[in-house]
């Protein structure tokens, strides 16, 4: 749970930097941060399916999970559904921040993996890069929204400790071969998710999530027989 506890900790803190910073950060400066943080996820994103690749026993596993993962979440809308649903509770200034912290704090790769690999190897490199771009986040959207942003770390507390836990609970049922196969697909999320930010490419990372459910299934499956 550490790596959880410091991106909350980060957030909190983001939120109080942010804040001092009443008039919003100037354009230029939330560029150059968000640059950065998009080269960061890319990256790590491409990092994770280096390392796992080499190890997988399904080779095309990954282009079949992110295919059927990508039609099933365009199919179901789920980018637009989850903005309208934080459109529906937007009616303030604070309501649109605290739901759009809130969306971009927990429905991402490196916030669902995170607590995964925390939980089944005592890894927190995707939590602690979480953490840093959570920091960056919160900072910049309680420089527009005030102090109310740090309300969004209790969800994400809460968010991450049940995956963790679930995760805890699932351990011994989510063997070496799922979690290889779930690492190259959720590395080539992450770098999509680099990729928005950078503004190279709106991948519709949100759409792409059912990607991670297939290699689970599969695995699973592969397991009985």
Not at 181 to 192: Q, R, Y
Request: aromatic share 8%.
């Amino acid at each position: 749970m550490l790596g959880t506890i410091i991106n909350t900790a980060t957030i909190l803190t983001g939120s109080v930097i942010g804040s001092v910073f009443k008039k919003g950060l100037k354009e230029k400066h939330q560029t150059a941060l968000f640059t950065a943080m998009g080269l960061a996820a890319a990256g790590l994103g491409i990092n994770a399916v280096v390392q796992n690749m080499p190890k997988s026993n399904f080779p095309v596993l990954f282009i079949v999970s992110l295919a059927l993962g990508g039609l099933l979440g365009t199919t179901w809308d789920l980018e637009n559904r989850f903005n309208r649903l934080a459109d529906r509770f937007s009616k303030g200034e604070l309501s649109k921040g605290l739901s759009t912290g809130i969306l971009l704090f927990c429905i991402g790769t490196l916030s669902i993996l995170g607590p995964i690999q925390s939980a089944l190897y005592g890894d927190n490199t995707y939590l602690y890069t979480n953490a840093t771009l959570d920091f960056v986040t919160s900072m910049v959207l309680a420089s527009t929204y005030g102090i109310g942003i740090a309300l969004t770390a209790g969800v994400l507390f809460c968010w991450q400790g049940g995956i963790y836990l679930l995760a805890t609970l699932l351990g011994p049922f989510m063997t070496p071969d799922m979690m290889t196969e779930l690492s190259i697909v959720g590395g080539f999320l992450i770098a999509c998710s680099g990729l928005s930010i950078l503004n190279i490419k709106d991948c519709k990372t949100m759409n792409m999530l059912p990607s991670l459910v297939v290699p689970i299934a599969f695995c699973a499956v592969a397991a009985l027989f």
